[in-house]
């Protein structure tokens, strides 16, 4: 199979860039691995390692760059969108509740996607909306699963308990009523990524008229379901 694209330089820049895929290489194990000139190989490396898509390490060997990481989550986040969207439409009719997508950024949950009720009143956090850690449904999602040391970080100022995360993690889901907004009431879920490691929360919300003192009894099983459907859509397009 020819792996030419035509555009010799990208062709080179990529043989560079499977070899470093193996692990460190110094430039003679570069040359080696690709077949291409010394120069050649040299000018590339440098030339990639301008752009943070290569580095080096602490022996001076060339390694794959940083840049190809956040590369790589930029796509991933991508891919989120992409497969939660049609799940958080399903899950307001299903529901007849506004859905909403989160994702932790530092200290605050930021809404990435939203599907909203279609008539009456609006219930839903706008795209790009940034929340508070320290309540609300979506926040205990975000934060249970934490590493020990960052949870309990978290829960400085939380208007839940430690006991709160432990029950979400045992049944897997979290609701909260009036915690983050007066009158509101929420239920969410995790979405999980590779290593079953908590990449986001998937949730409803509405007033406390629908929803009732116990949201979770309404709408923790259709939370769960499209929580996995998002987790199993990811693994798959992984």
């Known amino acids: 199979m020819d792996n030419s694209s035509g555009v010799g330089v990208l062709d080179k820049a990529v043989l560079v860039l499977n070899a470093l895929e ?25 030339a990639l390692e301008h752009h943070r898509i290569v580095s080096r390490d ?43 997508l989160y994702r932790r950024q530092g200290d605050e949950r930021v809404c990435v996607a939203a599907a909203e009720r279609s008539s009456g009143l609006r219930d ?15 926040a205990q999602i975000l934060l249970a699963w934490e590493e020990p040391d960052r949870l309990h970080r978290g829960l400085r100022g939380a208007k839940f308990t430690a006991a709160t995360l432990s ?24 979405i999980r990524g590779a290593g079953g490691k908590v990449i986001a929360a998937v949730s409803v919300s509405g007033p406390i008229e629908r929803l009732t003192r116990t949201p979770g009894r309404l709408h923790a099983a259709p939370v769960v379901a499209a929580a996995e459907r998002i987790t199993e859509a990811m693994r798959r397009n992984g």
């Open 167 to 190: 029950s979400v993690r045992r049944r897997g889901w979290a609701h909260s009523v009036g915690e983050r907004e007066q009158g509101v009431a929420s239920v969410s879920a995790p």
């Open 22 to 46: 193996a692990g460190p290489a110094s430039l003679a194990q570069l040359v080696q691995a690709t077949g291409l000139a010394r120069p050649t190989a040299h000018r590339l490396a440098v």
């Open 58 to 100: 602490t022996q001076g060997r060339f390694v794959l760059g940083s840049r190809l990481s956040e590369l790589s989550t930029a796509a991933g986040e991508d891919r989120l969108l992409a497969v939660a969207s049609p799940v958080l439409t399903q899950l307001r009719d299903m529901t007849g509740e506004s859905a909403q």
């Open 124 to 138: 839903t956090v706008p795209v790009g909306s940034a929340l508070p850690m320290f309540a609300g449904s979506a």
